[in-house]
């Protein structure tokens, strides 16, 4: 059960528009499909299984141009020590939200990450 600050809403599947396995992830981060998985084991990016039987999969809008987009793994770590699970990480940071305004990824993609890792060391704490 996610943190009780994770607003109940649409799927994940439904917000997260394009997956990534781990060997894709791996190629657009031109590092291993291994290296991927301990990117997701140190919390740098998140990675749930979106569909039954698909495998554990990562949202493409956590990577540009070859790296993890800015701001990211932060969000990650800070969430995930405040008792977040990836599926939570990742339901937070695609729902949109009217007061950033838009999703939370797209003010990390935007390089307007500062009040989007503020409000991550809110929820945690």
């Known amino acids: 059960m996610p943190p009780p600050d994770v607003r109940p809403g649409p799927e994940l ?16 981060l031109h590092v291993s499909a291994s290296k991927v998985r301990q990117l997701i084991r140190e919390h740098q990016l998140a990675a749930v299984v979106p569909t039954p039987g ?9 990577i540009a141009d070859g790296v993890v987009v800015k701001g990211v793994p932060g969000v990650c770590i800070v969430l995930h020590d405040g008792g977040y699970d990836d599926r939570a990480i990742l339901t937070w940071l695609f729902t949109p939200d009217d ?6 990824i797209d003010a990390l993609r935007e390089n307007r990450g500062a ?4 409000r991550a060391q809110a929820m945690a704490f």
């Open 13 to 28: 599947i439904d917000l997260v528009g394009e997956w990534l396995d781990w060997a894709r992830a791996g190629e657009l």
């Open 54 to 62: 698909a495998g554990q999969q990562v949202p493409a809008e956590l």
């Open 99 to 104: 007061t950033l305004p838009g999703r939370p």
């Open 115 to 118: 009040e989007v890792k503020r």
